[in-house]
């Protein structure tokens, strides 16, 4: 299976990646799609985090609004979408092999 061209996604259509993909199975490809959100939307990991934590500091609110555009609804914290933005940002672990292809 060839890897999707995540660069040609729209903002909304990497949100809706991020949130469906199985970020276990495919760590890279979760990786790039946390990337281009934050490029795209120029916002930074730890605005992304706070604003997916469901109770943003006054300083997000912004990223907030910006999220809410894009038809992310963030009025409860979505602890799984949150994890794999974790993950992502997460160095490497060590003799970590990865099955994304």
């Known amino acids: 299976m060839s890897?999707?061209?995540?660069?040609?996604y729209t903002t909304t259509e990497l949100?809706?990646?991020l949130e469906s993909i199985d970020d276990q199975k495919y760590p890279q490809?979760?990786?790039e799609i946390v990337e281009l959100i934050m490029h795209k939307t120029q916002i930074s990991t730890?605005?992304?985090i706070a604003a997916y934590s469901g109770?943003?500091?006054t300083a997000l609110l912004d990223v907030v609004t910006l999220l809410t555009g894009f038809g992310i609804d963030q009025?409860?914290?979505d602890n799984q979408v949150?994890?794999?933005i974790?993950?992502?940002?997460?160095?490497?672990?060590?003799?970590?092999?990865?099955?994304d292809r």
């Not at 890897?3 to 040609?8: K, L, T």
């Not at 974790?86 to 099955?99: F, I, L, M, T, Y």
């Open 82 to 84: 949150l994890d794999k």
């Open 55 to 57: 109770n943003p500091a």
């Open 46 to 48: 730890d605005d992304l």
């Open 15 to 17: 949100f809706e990646a």
């Open 86 to 99: 974790r993950r992502a940002v997460a160095p490497p672990a060590e003799n970590c092999v990865s099955d």
């Open 3 to 8: 890897q999707p061209d995540f660069s040609a």
């Open 75 to 77: 009025s409860m914290p």
């Open 29 to 31: 490809r979760t990786r």
